[in-house]
T-cell receptor, first 114, second 110 residues
């Protein structure tokens, strides 16, 4: 099993550009999550999904969009990138059948907006 | 008020020392408490979890929860340089979302 994979690993965007961060998991997990991590700030939840076709906002959703058309994939879309979106982005997944819903994280995408 | 508060440190200790990490949380309804470990430039990995109050031990690691004071602790005995990482506490809400503390960066000096 590859677990949770994320692409790209690094990206530099100019202000106003758009991009999609890809996330795929091969563990057949129902739940998937997107977080951003800023220095000294821990992980903040952007969006999450409890299954294909179902998504919901987390703590910091503004400036982002998601979709979940399959169990495996959960892409995160940034529209009109801003410097405040410079961060490290982590995708995670977990399973309903495993208590206490241990989340498995991908390796992260480092995004810089200049 | 943040749901989980954690002193971001950093913390530097000599090899063999006991490392003590602490968090406080605000919602008394939380039942599951986790510690994630994150090595530099990697994603977090679950280290330990506890349910409700009490202690849980796993090798050199002990996790404690005191629900009366809403206090979460992690102790690392006989610390090793390989324990150098950022440690994040987290609580699980009823809708299966995690709230993370800021993370404490620990360096164990050889």
């Amino acid at each position: 099993n590859a677990g949770v994979t994320q692409t790209p690993k690094f990206r530099i965007l100019k202000i106003g550009q758009s991009m999609t961060l890809q996330c795929t998991q091969d563990m057949n997990h129902n739940y998937m999550y997107w977080y951003r991590q800023d220095p000294g700030m821990g992980l903040k939840l952007i969006y999450y999904s409890v299954g294909a076709g179902i998504t919901d906002k987390g703590e910091v959703p503004n400036g982002y969009n998601v979709s979940r058309s399959t169990t495996e994939d959960f892409p995160l879309r940034l529209e009109l990138a801003a410097p405040s979106q410079t961060s490290v982005y982590f995708c995670a997944s977990s399973s309903r059948g495993r208590v206490p819903y241990e989340q498995y994280f991908g390796p992260g995408t480092r995004l810089t907006v200049t | 008020q943040k749901e989980v508060e954690q002193d971001p440190g950093p913390l530097s200790v000599p090899e063999g020392a006991i490392v003590s990490l602490n968090c406080t949380y605000s919602n008394s309804a939380f039942q599951y408490f986790m510690w994630y470990r994150q090595y530099s430039r990697k994603g977090p990995e679950l280290l330990m979890y506890t349910y409700s109050s009490g202690n849980k031990e796993d090798g050199r690691f002990t996790a404690q929860v005191d629900k009366s004071s809403k206090y979460i602790s992690l102790f690392i005995r006989d610390s090793q340089p390989s324990d150098s990482a950022t440690y994040l506490c987290a609580t699980l809400s009823n809708d299966y979302k995690l709230s993370f503390g800021a993370g404490t960066t620990v360096t164990v000096r050889a």
